[in-house]
């Protein structure tokens, strides 16, 4: 296949630690081991924890981590500085900006949401809305009809910009103005969005924005999430997870709840030192780029996946958005024996994943992947296909995580 060579991902393969010969196209579901993370944890561990135990919350600014590291990613989602946090799941962050958007809006009672949401930021609007119990209703509609569905009973439009199965993504500024128009308050899922798809959360003015690290910002399992507020928003919040680190004098072990000021009331719990540590690590690979550089390549390489895959596959239907424009850094394709040809493929050190029903599901992730990468990929996928090679019952044993 022929095309441009994509530098950036050549520049940049050198910051991460990947077996050799292996592609790796599921970053969008766990980014690799940039090499910068086991020095910094095994100083944190070492050098801080063993030597200075307790101190290090003071020595070590440990108790900063969630601002400071907030603070990186700030950037990479348009936001200012002093507007992002750290801590906790994204589950988590789901509910502190729902349960403040709804408190926001008391005389509203719908969250809107779409079918192409993240289960688990449903279930967590399930779960408060029970918890609250005061009449709300999640209404979920297709991706497509958002916008003709946000009138002015809704409270609170809860969406994931990028479809986790397909890559399909929202226009973050059209689907805000429209909420806001309507007097609803919006919040942005960018779990898919965050490290791949420029994002601008000032320009488009949402009040709220939360996101995971372990993808695309290559934070490691587990890594903790993030949470944006609007500035002029924060200090109207009355947390619902009122927790002690949120408190505006945390030892100063006051009987009842007082909100810090500013971005520090949206924290719970104690700052987990070590993941921080490791996530903090891994931003510096964003030393110097910029995302309109990783989206142009981003696109590059899914197109030329796109068009190598349509090419030697004639079994696979795309089931991603064909307009560039229109897709977050994945592409997925429909194919009946999906789970098991993406057993095979794995088997030959081509990493992707499945969804369920039938989406083999493919990230690209210039900062590590190169067009030599993505010609690798489109021919061991064709061999798989062509000689059958999933039709192995070894590939057909599903694991607890597809």
């Given amino acids: ?15 991460f630690d990947l077996p050799e010969g292996l592609v790796y196209l599921d970053g969008n579901s766990l980014g690799p081991l940039p090499r910068a993370v086991p020095e910094a944890v095994a100083r944190v561990m070492q ?44 589950s988590i962050k789901v509910h502190q900006a729902l349960s403040a958007a709804l408190s926001l809006r008391p005389d509203r009672r719908i969250v809107l949401s779409d079918s192409g949401n993240f289960p688990s930021d449903l279930y967590m609007a399930e779960g408060l809305i029970a918890e609250l119990d005061r009449g709300h209703q999640l209404r979920i509609v297709a991706p497509e009809e958002i916008p003709e569905a946000i009138s002015e009973d809704v409270a609170a439009v809860l969406l994931t ?38 994002v601008d959360v000032t320009g488009c003015a949402a009040e709220f924005a939360v996101g995971c690290t372990y993808k695309y910002l ?40 007082r909100p810090a000021g500013g971005i520090e009331r949206l924290r719970v719990g104690t700052p987990p030192v070590l993941q921080l540590a490791a996530l903090e690590a891994a931003l510096s690979v964003w030393d110097g780029v910029s995302m309109a550089e990783v989206r142009a390549a981003s696109i590059a390489l899914s197109e030329r996946f796109i068009a190598g895959v349509e090419a030697a596959c004639p079994d696979l ?75 192995n019952p070894a590939y057909a044993a599903r694991s607890r995580v597809t």
Avoid at 56 to 83: C, E, F, K, T, Y
Avoid at 227 to 247: E, N, V
Wanted: glycine share 10%; net charge negative.
């Fill in 218 to 257: 290559n934070g490691g399992p587990g890594a903790p999430a993030f949470i944006y507020a609007r500035p002029d928003l924060i200090d109207t919040i009355a947390p619902a997870l009122s927790g002690w680190l949120g408190h505006a004098a945390p030892f100063a072990f006051e009987t009842t709840y």
């Fill in 317 to 391: 239907r795309l089931a991603s958005p064909r307009a560039p424009e229109q897709r977050g850094s994945q592409v997925s394709f429909h194919f009946e024996h999906g789970y098991a040809a993406m057993q095979a493929l794995i088997a030959r050190d081509v990493i992707g994943d499945f969804r369920a029903p039938d989406i083999m599901r493919f990230g690209f992730t210039p900062l590590y992947l190169d067009e030599a990468d993505v010609d690798r990929a489109v021919a061991c996928l064709a061999e798989v296909l062509a000689d059958r090679l999933w039709d």
């Fill in 1 to 15: 296949m022929d095309g441009p060579l994509t530098t950036l991902g050549i520049t940049r393969k050198h910051l």
């Fill in 161 to 198: 910009q990028v479809d986790y199965r397909t890559g399909r993504m929202h226009d973050m500024a059209e689907i805000t103005q429209i909420a806001q128009a309507a007097g609803a308050v919006m919040i942005w899922d960018l779990a898919h969005s965050a490290g791949a798809v420029p």
């Fill in 47 to 90: 050098a801080e924890w063993g030597a200075d135990l307790i101190k290090g919350w003071n020595l070590h600014g440990w108790m900063d981590q969630p601002r400071r590291v907030g603070d990186l990613i700030a950037p990479l989602i348009g936001a200012p500085s002093g507007s992002v946090t750290m801590g906790d799941t994204l």
